[in-house]
Each structure stands twice: as structure tokens, then as C-alpha cells.
């Protein structure tokens, strides 16, 4: 699996850091999302699928491998 992240669309509603703490985190400055695992185990393609539903702007995207 592999995640992404539109920071165009993001709206910093935080959903997926509280989602997936361990792929996902937010930019200080503007609260921005920012991948920090793009390639996640397989013990967190759950979470980081939770993340992708949760996002209130389809910011997040996943493409299986």
C-alpha cells in the first residue's frame, strides 16, 4: 500500500493523525497533513483505509500495490 496526501485539499481537520498517528502527522505552521510512513505495514492498512474514509475533503488517497 501506498498513501498520499493532497495538501491542496487538506483542511486540517486532523482526522487522520487521530486515525493513524503512526502514518499521518500535521505541519506546525498551518496544520497541513504530512505523510510520515507513505508505505505502511500491513498491520496499519486499517487504519490508514479509516483515514481515507474520515478525510472531509478526500485529501488522503491509497493505492494498493
Do not use: N, W, Y
Not at 495538501?7 to 502514518?23: D, R
Not at 496499519?44 to 481515507?52: F, I, Y
Amino acid at each position: 500500500m501506498k498513501v498520499t496526501a493532497d495538501t491542496g485539499k487538506c483542511v486540517s481537520s486532523g482526522q487522520c493523525v487521530l486515525t493513524a498517528p503512526e502514518i499521518f502527522d500535521q505541519r506546525e505552521e498551518d496544520g497541513l497533513v504530512v505523510v510520515i510512513d507513505a508505505e505502511p505495514p500491513p498491520a496499519q492498512h486499517a487504519l490508514a483505509r479509516e483515514s481515507e474514509l474520515q478525510c472531509p475533503v478526500a485529501a488522503i488517497r491509497l493505492l494498493d500495490a
